[in-house]
């Protein structure tokens, strides 16, 4: 009974909140209205569309950032089942999580069904880290209203790091088994022109002991089977490398006396 009565008491206010939720809302549309016909002359004939896309574009964003972080494939699956046209490659492609792209975020946290279902979505196995800013740029000056010469380049930089880098450090061999079988390129640099090769070999000790896996440990066991993977899909020993002092990486491996390596 007394429950009863306390849900009685409750529904006035339920029904007091929604409808001053109703209230704020009829009030922020008549604002944006009046807004919209007092710079009418001054905004772009598709603005109208250009906000319901953005808006539509962030609430995919919110669901696809979510089902991402979480490594929820079947998720990110009928996420993507819902996204427009104009959204999909700009979700694939751009970056979404902590400036990475999706390929690069989900190989680093080793989600190997996320990355086995964007690379199904014709995901370049190879591309590497996006340009830092957002991917739909701002309307605030560099966005789609703004001047060309401000807007972000819709390319890639050189030399930054690619989903077989962040494969090779998180030593998901079945990951970058993934990838270079998707046609990720074995000689790609990162920003210190690394190779996957040479990030292995670093990870290994090959430099000398600072910063590389225990030996014997399990991590290290998974490293030297990644050593074997990029071998044999044709990595190149005789790269050189600015961090070995000009020397390739079979140069630096005897340098050190590495005689397992």
């Not at 964003?61 to 490594?71: D, E, I, K, M, P």
Request: aromatic letters at 6%; a neutral charge.
């Amino acid at each position: 009974v007394a429950i009863i009565s306390l849900l009685i008491l409750l529904i006035p206010l339920v029904h007091a909140l929604a409808a001053d939720e109703a209230a704020i809302k009829a009030e922020i549309e008549a604002v944006r209205k009046a807004t919209i016909a007092q710079y009418k002359d001054r905004l772009p004939d598709n603005f109208e569309n250009f906000v319901r896309d953005t808006g539509t574009r962030n609430y995919h964003q919110r669901a696809f950032n979510t089902a991402l972080t979480n490594g929820n494939a079947i998720a990110l699956a009928a996420v993507l089942k819902e996204f427009p046209e104009f959204t999909r490659a700009q979700f694939l492609n751009g970056p979404v999580v902590q400036g990475k792209s999706a390929l690069l975020y989900a190989t680093e946290q080793g989600h190997l069904a996320v990355v086995e279902l964007l690379l199904a979505q014709k995901v370049g196995a190879d591309a590497p880290r996006p340009v830092s800013g957002p991917p739909f740029g701002s309307p605030f000056g560099s966005g789609p209203f703004g001047p060309s010469s401000m807007r972000y380049p819709p390319g890639y930089q050189e030399r930054r790091d690619t989903p077989l880098h962040a494969a090779v450090r998180a030593g998901r061999v079945d990951i970058a088994k993934l990838l270079l079988d998707a046609g990720a390129n074995v000689e790609a640099v990162d920003s210190q022109s690394a190779t996957a090769l040479y990030t292995s070999l670093r990870m290994l000790g090959a430099n000398g002991n600072y910063g590389a896996l225990p030996v014997g440990s399990e991590p290290h066991e998974r490293q030297q089977q990644m050593l074997i993977l990029l071998l044999r899909q044709g990595a190149q020993v005789l790269t050189t490398n600015r961090y070995l002092a000009g020397r390739s990486l079979l140069e630096g491996v005897l340098w050190n006396r590495r005689d397992d390596l």
